[in-house]
Each structure stands twice: as C-alpha cells, then as structure tokens.
C-alpha cells in the first residue's frame, strides 16, 4: 500500500471510532450517483444524527480534510479520480412530522417518500416534485422543481448546520432562493430538516406529472437529469438540438435523443466520456447561438 493511502486509511479508521453511523474507506462513489460514473472517496459516511455530522465537521477542520455532501448522487459527476476527502451521506436522517399546516422532513427523505407521505395527509400541493430523484436536502439545496413551480414556493424554514457544527434556522427569504440555486450550498451549510408550509390552494396531479415526465424523458439509461441550466429565455435541450448535438457520444456517454438537455450513461461510461460530452456541447453552442451553457450538475472530485 503507497504510504499516503495507508495514512488515510488510518485517519479514517480514527474517524471511525468517533462516530455512531457506518464508514466505509475506498467507496466507488459510481455506486452512490445516479450517474453511476466516477471513481472513489477516500471515506463515506452515514451519519444517524446532528451530533454524528458535528463530530465529523470538527473531525475534518482538527485534520484539515475536505468534506463533501451527498443526498441521493442524483445532480452529480464525481470525477474518475476520485474524492480524497469525506463523503457526508445524508440518506439516514430521516424522518417526516406533520404540524398545523405543516409538514416537517428529515434532510434524507427522498423526494418520493415525503410526497407519499403528504398525498396520504390529503396534501397534493408538492406533487409537482413528482419523478425527481433527489432527497429533501439536495432538492432544498438546488431549489429543485419543474417550469411551474420550484420546491422554495412552499419552503417555510430550513435548519442548518454551518461549517463550526452551530445550528442555525434560517427563514425561506433567508435562504436566498433562485433558478435552480440557493445560498445553502454557496455558504457551505449542511440542510439537517426543512418546514414545508401545507396549505392546499395549489394542487398537482402526481399521476399525471409522471407519465408526462416519461413520455418527455429517457429514463432507462443512468444520467443526472438536465446537465445544463436553461439561459434566460431559451430552453438549454433546443439549443443543443439546433446544435445538431443529439445522439451525439463518446465513449459510452451520449445526447440522448429523446431529451438533449441529459448525457447518458449506455453502460460502462467514464466521467471522462461525460465531460468531453460537456465540453464539445457547450463549445458547438457557443459557436452557433454565442451562448455559454452553464451547469445545472455539480462535478465533484480531486
Ligand atoms: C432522471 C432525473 C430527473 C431529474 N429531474 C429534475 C427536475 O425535474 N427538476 C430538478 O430540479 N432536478 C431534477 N433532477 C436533478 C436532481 O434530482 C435534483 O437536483 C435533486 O434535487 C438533487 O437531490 P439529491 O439529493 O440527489 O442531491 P445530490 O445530487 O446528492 O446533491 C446536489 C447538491 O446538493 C448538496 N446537498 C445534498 N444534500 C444536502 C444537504 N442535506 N445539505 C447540504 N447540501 C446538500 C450536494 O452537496 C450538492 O451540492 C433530475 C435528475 C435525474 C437523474
């Protein structure tokens, strides 16, 4: 074993001994992203409470080691070189408690539980979350949604853990949210549970949404939904259609044809394949339409 994996190998060993949830060392991260490329964290931790993520954020500031997030990998391309720091997996904080007009939901909850449970309550107003793949946190974070509706229109409070483990309840408006972004990520905090404000005035048809979402997506191959975000008054899938991108591969990383705006994963594909995809894409766009096509997935790695 090369002396710098042996060092990591005991530091997360330490680290293991801290902590109440599992740890795994050399994690293939493919197998923890929708995407299912990419290669491995040096730690991947599943925390069973706030006091387990504190104890890990004191962990990585005493031995200076990056820390990265994860909800359910479904906005992500970890890189093939891997992640040498600590991967922080939320998929064990769970937890759903309805209130007087109110949901409240664990940061680990997927998106399809929290919606089972509400339509159960007689709640249909975050139906329009239906068929995203994410958990509560990583929706909260990306301020996940569909043209009509975005998951901040019904976000009434987040709490947050903050980089020196002090928890911290931020308020919607607090939460700065926008396109497809907020200020959670950007200030590095740590969603632990979100308020949902329950008030029925808006109703989705959870049924519906899902089969459109079928008939308009390529759901059978691994990918990581829309990989760009739409430029202001254009839809980012035209653009890469008119670019004449569709079907358009390497390796084994394609345009689907059927949705330009998501790069599937035919089996076997490196992240690698996908960026060259990114890449050639957003260079073919700019030359014809002078449109920079920004990231909506986020690229994780060393
Ligand atoms: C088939 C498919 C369809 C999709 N359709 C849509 C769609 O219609 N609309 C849409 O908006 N998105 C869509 N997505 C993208 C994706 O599902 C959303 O962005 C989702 O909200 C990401 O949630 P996640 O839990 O998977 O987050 P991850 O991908 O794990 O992480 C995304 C970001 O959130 C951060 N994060 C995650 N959890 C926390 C937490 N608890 N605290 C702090 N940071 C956290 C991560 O660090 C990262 O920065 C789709 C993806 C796929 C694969």
Redesign the pocket.
């Known amino acids: 074993m090369r002396e710098d994996k042996r060092l990591s190998a005991e530091l997360w060993e330490e680290f293991r001994s801290l902590v109440t949830g599992e740890v795994f060392l050399h994690a293939e991260m493919a197998r923890h992203?929708?995407?299912q490329t990419g290669g491995a964290a040096a730690c991947l931790f599943y925390p069973q409470h706030t006091t387990d993520i504190k104890q890990a954020l004191a962990f990585c500031a005493r031995h200076r080691q990056r820390y990265?997030?994860?909800?359910?990998?479904?906005?992500?391309l970890f890189l093939d070189s891997g992640y040498s720091g600590l991967v922080i997996a939320?998929s064990q904080?769970r937890g759903l408690q309805f209130e007087k007009d109110g949901l409240t939901a664990w940061?680990?909850e997927t998106?399809n539980s929290l919606l089972d449970a509400a339509n159960t309550f007689g709640y249909h107003e975050l139906n329009f979350l239906a068929?995203?793949?994410?958990?509560v946190?990583?929706?909260?974070?990306?301020?996940?949604?569909?043209p009509q509706a975005?998951i901040s229109d019904v976000v009434s409070e987040v709490a947050?853990l903050d980089r020196s483990g002090r928890v911290r309840v931020l308020s919607q408006s607090d939460c700065s949210f926008s396109y497809?972004h907020s200020r959670?990520?950007d200030d590095g905090?740590?969603?632990?549970w979100v308020r949902f404000n329950l008030t029925n005035k808006q109703r989705y048809d959870r049924r519906l949404l899902l089969a459109q979402?079928a008939i308009k997506?390529p759901?059978t191959y691994p990918?990581?939904?829309?990989v760009f975000v739409n430029p202001v008054g254009f839809s980012a899938g035209e653009l890469i259609e008119k670019a004449n991108l569709k079907g358009f591969t390497v390796g084994k990383a394609t345009v689907s044809t059927k949705h330009a705006n998501?790069i599937l994963n035919l089996g076997g594909a490196k992240s690698t394949d996908i960026l060259k995809v990114i890449d050639i894409t957003q260079k073919k766009v700019y030359k014809k339409f002078k449109i920079k096509l920004k990231l909506?997935i986020?690229i994780v790695g060393d």
């Open positions: 992203t929708t995407m990265f997030v994860l909800g359910n990998g479904s906005n992500l939320t904080l940061a680990g998106i068929g995203i793949p994410g958990t946190g990583g929706a909260v974070v990306m301020n996940a949604g569909i975005s947050v497809r959670i990520r905090l740590i969603v632990i979402r997506q759901l990918s990581a939904g829309c998501f909506e986020e």
